[in-house]
Each structure stands twice: as C-alpha cells, then as structure tokens.
C-alpha cells in the first residue's frame, strides 16, 4: 500500500477522539482512581499533571512524528527512519506489545461485560463478602471469563474491519461522547450524595505530607501507562494522520481529554465511596469489588437509582475498555495487513484469533488451570508485568533515544512544525524534554520498579 493510497481519518474531531479514545481506558478509569487513593489523592494528582506534561506529551510527539513520516505499521514506520538498521527492533518491540497486551486485557474488558450483565439480572445486591465471594466464583470459573473475553474482541473485530473512516473513526465519534456523558451524569449522581464533599476534598486539596519518592514515581508511572506510550497505539494511529495535522496540538488535546477523564473517574468514585465511609485505598479490587458495595449502600433507599447509577458506570467501563482495545488491536492488524500483503478482513481476523488463544489461558491460569504460572505469578499476572514494567518503559526510553539522538533534527522538526507551515515556538522545550529529560525520568521509573532506586 503506497502513501497516496493509505487511508486517513476523514475529520479533525474523529481524528482527536480516536486518537483520545486509544489513550482513554481502563487506566483512566480503574487503575487512576485506586492510584489516587493509595497515593494521598490530591497531591498525586498535581504530581500527575505535572507528569503527564514532561514525560506524556513528549513521549506522544515522538510517536506522532515517527508514525506520520512514515505512513506505515509501527515496525515498520521505525525500520523507514533507520534505513533498515537495529532501531526497526523497537518498531517490533511496541508492535508485540501491543499484540500481547490486547489478549490480556481482553479479558479485564470481558469482565465489564459479565459485570453489565450482573447488573441487568439484578445479581449486584448483597453484603461486601457476597461481592467479593461473586468475583472470586467468576473470575475463576472455568468458561465464562473466557466467553465475555471472545465476546468483547469480536466486537472490536467488527470495528476494525471496517477500516480507519467507518469502523474506528465512526465508532469513536458514537463512543467517546457517550462516554463522557455517562460520567458526568455519575459524577453528579456521587457528588449529591451524603458527604461527598469529603470525597471532593480528598481529590482537591493536596497533602503535601503524604508525598515521597514512591508517589513521584507512581505518577511517572501511572502518566506512561495511562497515555498508552510505547504500545504501537499512537505511532499507529498517526500514520493516518494528513500533513495539515498540527501534532503539538493534538498531543495537547488528546492529554487534556486522557487527564479530565482521570480525574472525572475520581469524582466519580470517591464522593460515593467517602459517603458509605469505604476506604479510598482499596486497591485494583476497586472497581470490581469496592464499588458495586459502595452503590448498594449509597442508593439504599433508591433502588431504581442504584440500579441505573451501577449499570450506567459499567457501560461506562466497557466503553472505556472497548476503545482502548480497537487501538490495540489495530497496532497488530495494520502490522499483519502491510507486511503479510493481505486485506484488513484477514489481518483483523489473524488478531482476534490469536488474542483470543491468549486471552484464553490467561483467564484460565486465574481459574482452574493454576499450574499455568511462574514464581508464584499467574499467566494474566506476567503478562501485565512483562508488557506494563519491562516493555513500555523500554520501548518508550529507546523511542526518546530514536527521536532524540538518532533521527536527523531537521526531520524531527520538520514535522514538528508542519514543514515550517507552523511557528514551532516549543520545539526546542520538547527537543530539550526528549533529549534529556523523558530518558531520564523513563529510567527512574525502570529501576525502581526493580528496587534499585
């Protein structure tokens, strides 16, 4: 497939909610509030921002300027600016990535689906033991993990085949404001309750105390993961981006909408569960376990609004999962498409039977097949540690290094600023940021994550 004839995304808004879409997801809106809350809430916050602004932005720049240039699959679009050389390996390694987190992640997103259904069979009532006791039977039962995680991916297959204008672009312009509209009818729904403003205050009001080199480094972490750097996602994406595209711009916009989700999904969750007296640090079990207590106990007396308010916040889930897997899945399908020379129909279909395989044994070594795992990890668990502390972190501190030191400057700025269509007052502020600063705050975030800082 030639430049001229690659597809595009046919509007500026469907670009940015796609591209926000891919960013946007469960990271938002399971892993930033039980980080929050473990963290001190508000001073994470602050730190977070701060994060999301000298490493995010940058990381992401660097994505949209590699994919755009070379219009081409993320293995691909790197082995262009290397002329072939050692440097197309991270190309492959954020292609892998990618590959290897949709099969996992399909099935936390299966989970949304199972807890949408729950919700409309009217199973999410009872005691806090009953909720944790209704994860822990369905999470570890044998098939239908399994049939939630199928489910899910053949949803986003019929999306992705039906390419970047009427399958992911349309589907972002549908899903992304459905999105935002269920969170601010839940965040309103939460933040009338009964003490909520404990809630409010616990997000807004820093604790400068609570902070240490463990919350610094969570918040660099959680900016990375959150942003979907190093997945293949954004360089992917971007190589559907036209030359008129401002990336600056884009970056800027597509951080804000990942960021006021974050935060959002905070307002959501906390004034609800301060009101019912849950603890804010309940870690990853938040969503799955805490919550679905926190709505039984905070609409007590409005059954009908308590059941709205649950299963408006686990559509609300689903979508997030769902536009985080179309992204995933179309690092892989645009890598098998341009470098097996086959349609998308049969790149699409290579990914979702493969990650369904995945998808498969990394459920079932969280059920009865318990002899699939290593040191004591499950299947699913090595492969969040494996993608999420090894290969992001790498990919995205040698993609600085790439942007940074090897591609020719005039390149990098070229694009930057649109062949010099665009003032490109920042571009030395982000050189500076890629050059030094995002290496070195990728590094710290690797070593400690090994205990050595």
């Excluded at 940015?16 to 994470?44: C, I, Q």
């Excluded at 360089?235 to 959002?264: E, F, G, H, K, P």
């Excluded at 649950?310 to 690092?331: G, W």
């Excluded at 993608?387 to 990919?395: A, K, M």
């Amino acid at each position: 497939m030639s430049q001229s004839e690659r597809a595009s995304f046919g509007s500026k808004i469907g670009m940015v909610l796609a591209t926000a879409g891919g960013a946007v997801g469960l990271g938002n809106v399971w892993r930033f509030p039980y980080m929050t809350g473990e963290n001190g809430g508000a001073a994470f916050i602050v730190i977070y921002i701060g994060c999301v602004l000298l490493l995010g932005m940058p990381c992401m720049i660097n994505e949209f300027i590699i994919g755009r240039h070379a219009a081409s699959n993320t293995a691909r679009a790197y082995s262009k600016l290397s002329n072939g050389k050692a440097w197309k390996w991270v190309g492959m390694l954020g292609v892998l990535t990618g590959f290897l987190i949709t099969g996992y992640y399909a099935v936390v997103s299966g989970w949304c689906l199972e807890y949408i259904f729950a919700s409309v069979a009217g199973q999410l009532h009872g005691s806090p033991e009953y909720f944790k006791q209704f994860f822990a039977d369905f999470s570890a039962n044998p098939w239908e993990p399994v049939v939630w995680t199928v489910a899910i991916l053949l949803i986003t297959h019929f999306v992705i085949i039906h390419g970047v204008r009427n399958g992911i672009e349309r589907a972002s312009k549908i899903m992304m404001p459905t999105l935002f509209i269920l969170l601010l009818v839940i965040v309103v729904a939460s933040c009338l309750l009964p003490d909520a403003s404990k809630g409010i205050d616990f997000l807004f009001k820093p604790d400068l105390t609570k902070v240490d080199s463990n919350v610094f480094l969570g918040a660099l972490g959680q900016s990375f993961y959150s942003l979907s750097i190093a997945m293949g996602c954004i360089c992917t994406y971007a190589s559907y981006y036209t030359r008129q595209t401002n990336l600056m711009t884009t970056a800027a916009q597509t951080c804000t909408i990942d960021t006021v989700v974050a935060i959002l999904a905070g307002l959501m969750i906390f004034p609800a569960a301060f009101s019912v007296g849950v603890n804010p640090d309940s870690g990853p079990s938040l969503i799955f376990i805490t919550l679905p207590n926190v709505f039984e106990k905070a609409f007590a007396g409005m059954p009908v609004i308590g059941f709205i308010i649950s299963l408006a916040f686990y559509v609300l889930l689903s979508m997030a999962a769902l536009t985080s897997l179309i992204s995933l899945h179309e690092v892989s399908t645009a890598f098998f498409q341009e470098e097996l020379h086959i349609s998308r129909k049969a790149g699409a279909t290579i990914v979702t039977v493969s990650c369904s395989i995945i998808g498969f044994f990394c459920s079932m070594s969280l059920g009865k097949w318990d002899f699939l795992s290593i040191g004591g990890k499950s299947l699913f668990d090595i492969f969040d540690f494996v993608t999420g502390q090894i290969f992001l972190p790498v990919g995205g501190f040698l993609t600085c290094l790439f942007v940074g030191w090897y591609i020719p400057k005039k390149l990098v700025k070229d694009e930057f600023t649109n062949w010099g269509t665009l003032r490109g007052r920042l571009f030395g502020v982000y050189y500076f940021l890629v050059r030094i600063i995002c290496p070195l705050c990728i590094l710290a975030i690797f070593l400690h994550q090994f205990g050595v800082i």
